[in-house]
């Protein structure tokens, strides 16, 4: 690995610091490096707040290295004023003279123009650094801008026997197909994702809050569909620990391919990644309509002998761990 290659998977590892917190805005990581060390670190702020190049700047006590280092950074550096001032600005102030990135942002009001102002100030820039792993780190906000969606994740839970969930059960609850550190690790992905969506069947099977109480984190917008209006507002999901969006034939055609225009309703409302977690019925029709992203199976021991039959799909597997007495295998779409 080339000393630019380990800066800037450095920038990947605290990348991730803003994981959950900075969307709709990409979670980027900065380093700055003077004499072959590294002498500061940033990573973007919750949204709103300072970008990841203004947080390493700053970071540096003698402010006078800046002239002789270089930063690292795992996305272009913005050059249009948002939330914040831009960034290639800042960079250009402080007279850094070299600039590393990992990838190019894809965001029509940077692509490349952030690159370019750099150049044309007399930084040396170098791009494409790790650039597949800096891709992969931005997928979600590069598929929003690209796709004009959210970044879309499919996730069950199915018995040994391929079953989502009994025919019937006696309470209002979930019947747990997966064991205790399985669920820990889904509300571990509620508090990265910015909203997690189920049907009505879903809402009235098991009730459930859709909230991260099992690890630290914000809990992610409910999106519930209710085609006709049916749901009342004693339910869990209505509570006011986290926003819920109502989808109902009143916001979308129900006749029509609903994924596309669900997938549409929520990238207007800035919304950049979506978990699909049920039911069955949910989930194949963003299946069905091609609309997915990645898909996270759970097959537990437990055998249902009949149920509601698990989504039925293909895609390519990535990767296939054991939780205990779980097992968890993710996929990518084809």
Not at 150 to 163: M, R, S, V
Not at 181 to 189: A, D, E, F, G, T
Request: contains cysteine; proline residues 5%; positive net charge.
């Amino acid at each position: 690995m080339t000393a630019h290659e380990t800066y800037i998977k450095r920038c990947l590892q605290i990348a991730k610091n803003g994981l959950g917190t900075t969307r709709p805005n990409p979670m980027v990581g900065a380093v700055i490096v003077y004499n072959n060390q590294i002498i500061a670190e940033g990573f973007t702020n919750p949204y709103g707040g300072p970008h990841a190049e203004v947080n390493a700047i700053n970071a540096v006590k003698d402010q006078s290295l800046l002239a002789k280092s270089t930063i690292y950074v795992t996305l272009e550096p913005c050059s249009h004023f948002g939330k914040t001032p831009p960034c290639s600005d800042l960079i250009i102030r402080h007279n850094i003279p070299n600039v590393v990135i990992g990838c190019i942002d894809d965001n029509p009001e940077v692509a490349g123009k952030g690159i370019a102002k750099l150049r044309a100030s007399g930084c040396n820039v170098i791009v494409g650094v790790l650039e597949a792993e800096c891709k992969t780190h931005h997928q979600r906000f590069f598929t929003f801008h690209n796709k004009k969606r959210p970044y879309i994740i499919l996730k069950w839970a199915e018995t040994a026997d391929g079953f989502i969930a009994p025919l019937k059960k006696d309470k209002q609850k979930p019947v747990w197909i997966t064991n205790q550190y399985s669920r820990q690790l889904v509300h571990k992905w509620r508090a990265k994702e910015q909203a997690i969506l189920v049907g009505t069947n879903t809402v009235i099977a098991d009730n459930p809050s859709l909230t991260v109480r099992d690890w630290s984190g914000e809990n992610p917008i409910r999106v519930v569909l209710d085609s006709t209006s049916k749901l009342d507002t004693d339910y869990a999901i209505f509570n006011e620990d986290a926003k819920t969006i109502r989808i109902t034939s009143e916001t979308i055609d129900f006749k029509k391919p609903i994924a596309i225009q669900i997938a549409t309703l929520l990238y207007n409302d800035n919304i950049n990644s979506v978990i699909i977690e049920g039911g069955s019925q949910t989930l194949q029709t963003f299946i069905d309509e091609n609309l997915w992203d990645e898909a996270r199976v759970f097959i537990g021991k437990t055998e249902f002998k009949s149920g509601i039959k698990a989504p039925q799909f293909s895609g390519n597997l990535i990767s296939e761990t054991t939780i205990k007495n779980d097992t968890l295998k993710l996929y990518a779409k084809n």
